[in-house]
């Protein structure tokens, strides 16, 4: 069976609504644009975040410029409350603001993310 774009784009945007609302969500990726890092349809576990506690490097799950990424972040401009997003092959996505950072890849490939557990959001954050 092939998978549509739209198809993918949908199930992205399910996908980061249900992290947004608090839920840890397994799902399989798929694109190259994060290899080595993620390779496609690796299962990658996303958890709500703190976008406070995001750092260069870590893998976000987030909207820039209407479009949902499981991507890293290049940079971040605290006073401004936004991070930008790019891909693992030198491509930059563009900046988006804390309040579109809805997750953090906690593990990839049944592998844990160095330190996402401690950015993850408690409910009474």
């Not at 840890?24 to 690796?42: A, K």
């Not at 490097?57 to 006073?79: N, Q, R, W």
Request: a positive charge; zero cysteines; aromatic letters at 4%.
């Amino acid at each position: 069976m092939r998978v549509g774009r739209g198809t993918v784009i949908a199930v992205l945007n399910q996908i980061a609504e249900r992290v947004a609302e608090g839920e840890i969500v397994t799902f399989r990726p798929i694109g190259n644009s994060m290899v080595p890092l993620i390779h496609s349809r690796d299962e990658v576990i996303v958890a709500p975040v703190d976008p406070h506690l995001v750092e260069v490097g870590d893998i976000v799950l987030t909207k820039v410029a209407g479009s949902v990424y499981i991507h890293l972040v290049k940079a971040i401009e605290p006073a401004k409350r936004r991070v930008q997003i790019g891909n693992n092959r030198g491509g930059i996505n563009g900046w988006t603001g804390f309040d579109r950072v809805y997750g953090i890849a906690v593990s990839v490939a049944g592998i844990d993310r160095p330190g996402a557990l401690a950015k993850v959001a408690r409910p009474d954050s």
